[in-house]
Structures are given as C-alpha cells and as structure tokens.
C-alpha cells in the first residue's frame, strides 16, 4: 500500500522518465524513473496491528530510538515530563500512528528550521507539530519534527477527532523525527539504540509508578 499523499511523487517522474524515454532521451529518462521508484519506496504505508493489552502505547514512527529523558517544561507542565524521541531515516517508513487510542484534545503547529532531525535541537527549534490525546489512562501527546530535507509535515485530524491505537495520523516527507511524551506514571520498554515500528512496537505501558 501507498500513502495517498505519494503517488503524485510517483506518477510524475514516472511519466516525465517514460516521455524522455520515447523522446530518445536516456540520460534524462533513468534518473527520472528511479526518482519514481524512490517515491514508491519511501511512501510505502504497510499495514500494521499493536496486539499489546490496552494499557501500552505503540511506537507511532518506525526507526530508531535516539531520546529517552525528561520532557521539555512545556510538556512537564502539561504532566507529561518523560520523553521518548524516534529518528526516521529516509529509507524508514514515515507514515505515523497513533500510540494510543484516544481523542485529540490540542494541536499546534510551529514553522521553524531545518537542522538536521538527530541532533536535539531539533525538538526545540525545527519545524514542528504538538498533537494531544487524551485515551483512557491519561494523555500522551507527540511532536512531528521536519529534518534537513524534510520539505513538509502532514496532520490528518483536528481537535475532537478520535483515533483507535494504530491508526494512521499523518506523515513527514523525507528524514525526520517524532517525539513521544508520557506521564509520570508510563514505564518505558524500549532502550536508547532500539528499532521500533509505527503501529507494532510496545513503547511503553501506561498506569504503572516509574521507580528511581
């Protein structure tokens, strides 16, 4: 499966190599055509289930873990002081899930830099989104951070929307990074170095008291 916001980076190289192609253009057609075929790769959107008991948040990026700390005081004073950060690569899928079922309660979006999405900085200062859901154990919310070439973040809800736990939330196009942020009382599974998939891997059980 496609994510629907890929094909036009498909179709058109697609076509624009096959025109140069029968124009007797080669040195233009191959370039265009393997374009095609890098969109067809990236926006790839497989199907996948959380099979986890109803208390755990899934991971809503693929990639890996890069973050695990203590939330920026934006976050902490909204109760969510523990962070989780997710680095998407551009051979990642970068459709992304729901952690957790619930109903959007806020969502802002910040136009902002494009620094590479590993480094730190960039939970602070890239272009960004802040998405909160509300579920039945709590809130947890996310950010969607554009990176060097990420060229657009995509958000398919509004506030009052409700989503079940792995269903499909948006995209960014190209390298990127999604910040998770979880109550105090959310035991984290994964460690820093972990690969993890949207929709599929356990990232943390909710309701339980963080020891230390």
């Known amino acids: 499966m496609i994510a629907p916001e890929g094909w036009i980076f498909v179709w058109i190289p697609l076509a624009a190599g096959g025109a140069a192609l029968l124009a007797g253009w080669a040195w233009l057609a191959w370039p265009l055509v393997a374009l095609g075929l890098f969109a067809l790769f990236f926006f790839r959107d497989p199907a996948r289930r959380c099979d986890g008991a109803p208390e755990i948040a899934c991971s809503p990026a693929d990639g890996r873990v890069i973050v695990i700390g203590a939330a920026p005081d934006e976050l902490a004073a909204r109760a969510l002081p523990q962070q989780v950060s997710i680095f998407m690569s551009v051979f990642d899928v970068h459709v992304n899930r729901a952690p957790v079922a619930g109903t959007l309660v806020d969502y802002r979006y910040n136009q902002g830099r494009k620094i590479s999405a590993f480094k ?4 602070l200062d890239n272009e960004q989104n802040l998405s909160v859901w509300e579920g039945p154990l709590g809130r947890v919310a996310l950010k969607q951070i554009a990176g060097l070439i ?10 009052g929307d409700s989503v079940a736990r792995g269903d499909r939330i948006g995209l960014i196009r190209y390298g990127s990074r999604v910040d998770v942020f979880l109550p105090a009382d959310a035991r984290i599974l994964v460690r820093v170095g972990d690969r993890v998939r949207a929709g599929e891997s356990a990232l943390a059980r909710l309701g339980e008291r963080v020891s230390g």
């Open 120 to 123: 730190e900085k960039a939970s």
């Open 150 to 159: 990420a060229r657009r973040i995509v958000f398919d809800h509004r506030p």
